[in-house]
């Protein structure tokens, strides 16, 4: 495992120095100054067909996002998180389609659309993953965008 970290450290060294011309291949980059970056570039997992919604209105019920999503294929199942303590909304739900596709053209359709006065932010849902990390893209402007400081990881020296 520590031999593939090194492999790891060591391409990301030589992938600084080779994008960098002002860094040249001698300088001695110390580990301080990485920052960790997901190599994934997609905007959102792969498809399946279960969708995260978000930016429900707290008028939101099942039956009303289920109403809304049946248009677009044969929904098995919606569910919306609510507190515990309070029992109000959380916000968001899960959508889930019985076929793949259809998922995609609900996403598709309705991602950004107002529903109760408030704009929906659809993606395709996270498998959840007991115990270990779940590691999702970060989704960056250009390269050259300035990582805010509450981002930065380790701090060169």
Known sequence: MMGKLADLARRAVSSVAHSHPQTSASTSISSSCFRYYSSVTTTSPPPNN??????????VDEK???????????????????????????????VHFSKEDEATCARDAMDGKAFFGRPLRITFALDKVRG???????????????????LNLFKSV
């Open 50 to 59: 279960k969708l995260f919604v978000g930016g429900l209105s707290l008028s």
């Open 64 to 94: 009303s996002l289920l109403d809304a999503f049946s248009s677009y294929g044969e929904v098995t199942e919606v569910r919306i998180l609510y507190d515990k303590e309070t029992g109000r909304s959380r916000g968001f739900g899960f």
């Open 132 to 150: 270990a990390p779940v590691v999702v893209p970060r989704v960056r402007n250009s390269e050259n965008a300035p990582v805010p400081e509450r």
